[in-house]
């Protein structure tokens, strides 16, 4: 059966001889019912009706090769749905139509079919399903299934008829576990008689030969063994059932006959009660489908990514096609630049020559990075529910990915401005192993130093490659300056001097202790106002929607000597 297509067992049926129709509740209302999908209510006008009925087909056992009769009408009522059946003019058709008039008879309930299903809150939601085909069945599902009368009036008992006997013969072979073959000859005897209260009693009697089918007659001494006996009354009571007479050769035949043709219709009636009912595999109980996961999302993948490169600088939105652009003033020349003229400046007076001196600038201007990723996606993943979330958890994934992109990009223009790596000091002999307190001290004093401008920096941060961050947790606290504040966790985190942020990162160097330390000033970081952008396209002639990412990072100098790296460059 097709999923979210449902199944429902509910109330028995009402006859009509004459006109061959069978009446009943198909689908009650506001009860639990036990379908294939689970348990759920369906309340009125939750299933659309077919306007005109004879598209529903009524089958057995929701077998839908086996269909037997068809709707005449089908009307809502308080209790439910309910519908009459025609049946066809059919031995299958006729079979059914007796099975269900007989009070004995097997399938005496409806079941309706119906869908696609969706259910909310232990209620079928209503404008999704409608009503397209129904089944006979034997057992039912609601509480209040009952039988109910018949739709005409009662007739006179039927005269009593005459005994009448039909007999049926079936022969087989099988081979059981040890490699010998067997004839099976089965011979069904039915006989129908008055039961003397108005009705009639049929009993059937099989009886089962088992030969060599090279041998011309039964071993000597063998009986033939005689089957079950099977009595039903077309009238409420007591079946008449004779004893058993089977010999247990047979049974140990039939064990063989089952296990070398477990499917065949014979040997699994015979042995139904000692099958196993398996879980998984060859001969399990629930069918593909039938044993539901427990749906539970997405998983977690662990902490999302978070920028700490982009972070450091100063992070803004003043970007534009024509990107950033402005000048720095030196004295000298580019190529002779001088680093004051302090001493120019000094004069003798009394009308003597003032110092003078020429100026140059230099331009900057910044640099645009592009990011830019897409997929086209079939669009079935937005029209049917279920594939939404999917393709939303995917697309959370490219906006992480350009998260990424630009932080490495930020992270190269940091080193970048760092410049060659300067060589770690040498410190007090008490620090021993322990250099990353010391090459920390030695870059936040490098940004503090004056430089050739005459200006000094103040640090904001400062970055320790993997070693040295280790090496900085496990310093005991004696080694520790006593006038410097420090403080550090295992997640990566620390401040130093008391305000410079400290953090765990690779700074370009992994195979010895490296440590930068830089001004947030140093550097601009432009992006678009509110991150990148989603652009969103439909592909109508093969039924897909494009969506694509595109993000820009505007990288823009401004004080590159305001940051510093102290370590050894990794040997090429």
Not at 461 to 480: C, G, Q, S
Request: no cysteine.
């Amino acid at each position: 059966m097709p999923e979210n297509l449902i199944e429902i067992e509910g109330g028995e049926i009402l006859a009509n001889l004459q006109e061959r129709t069978v009446t009943g509740l198909l689908i009650p209302f506001n009860e639990v019912g036990r379908t294939n999908i689970g348990r759920f209510q369906v309340e009125a006008g939750a299933v659309a009706l077919p306007a005109d009925p004879s598209v529903i087909s009524l089958n057995l056992d929701h077998v839908r090769s086996e269909n037997v009769a068809r709707a005449s009408r089908v009307w809502e009522t308080d209790a439910g749905v309910m519908a009459t059946f025609e049946f066809a003019k059919t031995p299958e058709g006729d079979a059914a139509l007796a099975d269900a008039i007989n009070p004995q008879g097997k399938r005496r309930k409806l079941s309706g079919e119906f869908g696609p299903a969706m259910v909310k809150a232990g209620k079928l939601v209503a404008g999704h399903s409608k009503l397209w085909g129904a089944a006979a069945v034997e057992a039912g599902a609601f509480p209040s299934a009952q039988v109910l009368a018949a739709d005409t009036p009662d007739e006179e008992p039927p005269a009593a008829a005459e005994p009448t006997e039909t007999t049926e013969t079936f022969s087989d072979s099988f081979t059981d576990e040890n490699g010998k073959t067997f004839k099976r000859t089965t011979t069904r005897t039915t006989r129908t008689e008055p039961d003397g209260d108005g009705g009639t009693k049929t009993t059937i009697t099989e009886k089962t030969v088992l030969e060599e089918p090279d041998a011309a007659a039964p071993a000597q001494g063998e009986e033939p063994a005689v089957g079950l006996p099977n009595t039903l009354a077309s009238k409420a009571g007591s079946p008449v059932t004779t004893e058993p007479r089977t010999k247990l050769s047979d049974v140990y035949a039939a064990i063989a006959g089952f296990r070398a043709n477990p499917n065949a219709d014979d040997a699994a009636q015979v042995l139904a009660a000692l099958s196993d009912i398996k879980f998984s595999g060859t001969g399990a109980l629930p069918a593909a489908g039938v044993v539901r996961e427990n749906w539970v999302g997405q998983l977690y993948q662990g902490i999302p990514y978070e920028r700490q490169w982009v972070t450091l600088g100063n992070l803004g939105t003043d970007i534009s096609a024509g990107g950033k652009k402005g000048f720095k003033v030196g004295r000298g020349t580019a190529s002779t630049p001088v680093d004051s003229f302090a001493t120019l400046g000094e004069w003798a007076g009394n009308k003597t020559a003032i110092g003078s001196g020429s100026g140059f600038t230099q331009t900057a201007s910044s640099i645009l990075h592009r990011f830019a990723f897409g997929n086209d996606i079939a669009r079935e993943f937005f029209d049917l529910p279920g594939g939404q979330e999917v393709v939303e958890a995917f697309l959370k994934l490219i906006v992480e990915d350009h998260l990424v992109w630009s932080d490495e990009k930020a992270r190269q223009a940091w080193i970048s401005a760092a410049g060659a790596p300067v060589a770690a000091a040498t410190y007090p002999e008490k620090y021993g192993a322990n250099l990353a307190i010391g090459m920390l001290l030695q870059g936040i004093l490098g940004v503090k130093k004056k430089k050739a401008d005459n200006r000094r920096d103040k640090p904001t941060f400062a970055v320790l490659n993997e070693a040295a961050y280790e090496d900085l947790v496990y310093t005991p606290k004696d080694l520790i300056p006593e006038y410097i504040k420090f403080s550090v966790d295992t997640d990566g985190n620390g401040l130093a001097d008391g305000d410079v942020l400290v953090k765990a990162g690779d700074v370009g160097i992994e195979n010895s202790p490296a440590v930068m330390v830089g001004a947030k000033y140093a550097l601009d970081f432009d992006e678009l106002a509110g991150g990148p952008l989603w652009i969103d396209a439909l592909e109508i002639a093969k039924g897909g929607i494009d969506k694509a990412l595109h993000g820009y990072l505007q990288i823009f100098e401004q004080r590159p000597e305001a940051v510093t790296l102290i370590g050894t460059a990794d040997a090429p």
